[in-house]
């Protein structure tokens, strides 16, 4: 008998950025980094697995905004484009650092790397890496689910159950379609949970969800294996919590492992560092500084004066700090063990674009932990949530407490001084779109194609990346630009719907650009969400 079960539990998500007026736009570079640094290294860890028979098992929650942007031809073809150049800067800088060895090796590896994204995204799986996730999951290594459906963070809707119900169908609905396969459970934006929200959950076919730590141990019951083990709500969904020393041991840059001193810098990059007339071509228009990717620096210490990076030193630390991951599960497992009546699940859920992108080595660290634990699974394997509730189909009943993985544990970064004005248009603009949904319960034709555009309005205005943005103080004009737009856009149909005019030209234009969710309902804002898994089973 196993004396542990271990949960790996990714998260990758992005908000809907896709500005078909401009040839480039820079945060559409959000994007394209993912897809370069996160995305295609983990398919290639993935890959590299399957291929030497490990029998990894993860669980992979794609946003439901992010897939959209995936499978989207105009962004597809973009981040060609944007490969195209730095694969041409790549050359450029083997050539300037002919006579700087240290560097001229990096220089070499990041070209490398980035002729292998385009061979992979062009060839491997034609302009979709989608088709590798479904693909894993159809060999059993991963499980798939979904998240509410432009992330946002539910406790500040629940007011509106109509609009909770909009979010988690539309992002069950938009994960069929994307994966072909229905979602067992859902990744709930930023864990952000509130009692009665399962309810929802359970409508929409979904069989379990993530809260933090303390959403679990300050439930109104305590929970009798604390985090260890999951619990049912008295409607029968499952949920799983955090394991804070397993998760902080990789989230945290300053005591977790991404912030040793031999891994690579993220801030030193010779976008912001070299002369404008050489990296102006592989910038934003020429003049506004941007990450390249090409970084020859490692992190040091907390100093300016950083030492070059070294792959090779940092490798032997990816080795150490992944012996150091399994030596503490396995420890934890032993203890644990001696006190539960079934083995205990450690769940260790993490932002997927933390591996690669703001810790280049956390696919290889990832990599080599999963061979590592190959080697103990006479005590520890991995395993999926609907894995273990398919091994243990009894547990203890409780609601868990209001909670969010957010910093302080509950709403303050998204509601606060900085983006709590958002809230009262937002509202407002619900309270509407229930008002026009009620009012034209069966519309066809033009009508239905302004609803529709109508209710993705409303969705898009809910991402809680915008209120995230203007509390950490980064690109704030553009975040809120967009909640602005979103609100403005579904404010112009609500008035020309009450004067029972379309301006289709108009239509159109929005329609093009904010083209989300093609198979979008605006009737799931009249929804009685006791009855929407009957609507969603009726498609």
Known sequence: MKKGYLAIVFHAHLPFVRHIESESFLEENWLFEAISETYLPLLRVFHRLERDGIPFKVTFSVSPTL????????????????????????????????????????????????????LDFTGTYKKNILKGFKELEKGGYLELITCAATHCFLPLYQEYPE?????????????????????KGIWIPECGYYPDLERHIKANNLHYFFVASHGLLFAEKKPRFGVYAPVNCPNGVSVFARDLASSNAVWSSEEGYPGDFSYREFYRDIGFELPL????????????????????????????????????????????????????????????????????????P????????????????????????????????????SGYLELYTENQVLVPSFSSWGNKGYAEVWLNGSNDWIYRHAHKAIERMIELARRFPDEKGLKERV?????????????????????????????????????????????????????????????????????????????????????????
């Open 67 to 118: 897939s959209s942007m995936l499978t989207d031809e105009l962004l597809q073809d973009r981040y060609i484009n944007y490969l195209e150049k730095l694969i041409e800067l790549g050359d450029k800088e083997i050539e300037r650092t002919r006579h700087q060895p240290e560097f001229n090796k990096l220089a070499n590896i990041y070209r490398e790397l980035n002729e292998q994204n385009y």
């Open 163 to 183: 609009s909770i119900e909009a979010q988690l169908q539309t992002a069950v609905m938009s994960h069929g379609r994307i994966f072909c396969n229905a979602p």
């Open 277 to 348: 007339e050489y990296i102006g071509p592989y910038i934003h228009n020429g003049t506004i500084r941007i990450n390249t990717g090409y970084k020859y620096y490692a992190r040091t210490g907390k100093t300016e004066e950083k030492r070059p990076y070294i792959p090779e030193i940092a490798r032997e630390r990816v080795e150490e700090h992944a012996d150091n991951f399994l030596y503490n599960r396995l420890k934890q497992v032993e203890k644990l063990s001696n006190l539960m009546d079934r083995p205990p699940i450690i769940v260790s």
């Open 350 to 385: 993490y932002d997927a674009e933390l591996f690669g992108h703001w810790w280049f080595e956390g696919p290889l660290w990832l990599e080599s932990l999963f061979r590592k634990l190959q080697e103990h699974s006479d005590v520890l394997i991995m395993i999926t949530p």
């Open 451 to 539: 609803l529709n555009q109508a209710a993705r309005e409303i969705l898009l205005s809910q991402a809680s990346d915008w209120p995230f943005i203007m509390k950490a103080g980064i690109t704030v004009p553009y975040a809120e630009m967009r909640f602005k737009e979103h609100i403005h856009n579904f404010t112009k149909i609500y008035e020309n719907l009450c004067r029972n005019t379309v301006n289709t030209e108009w239509l159109t234009k929005v329609e093009k650009k904010n083209n989300i969710f093609p198979d979008i309902d605006y009737r799931i804002f009249c929804t009685n969400p006791s009855s929407s898994s009957l609507l969603i089973n009726s498609r």
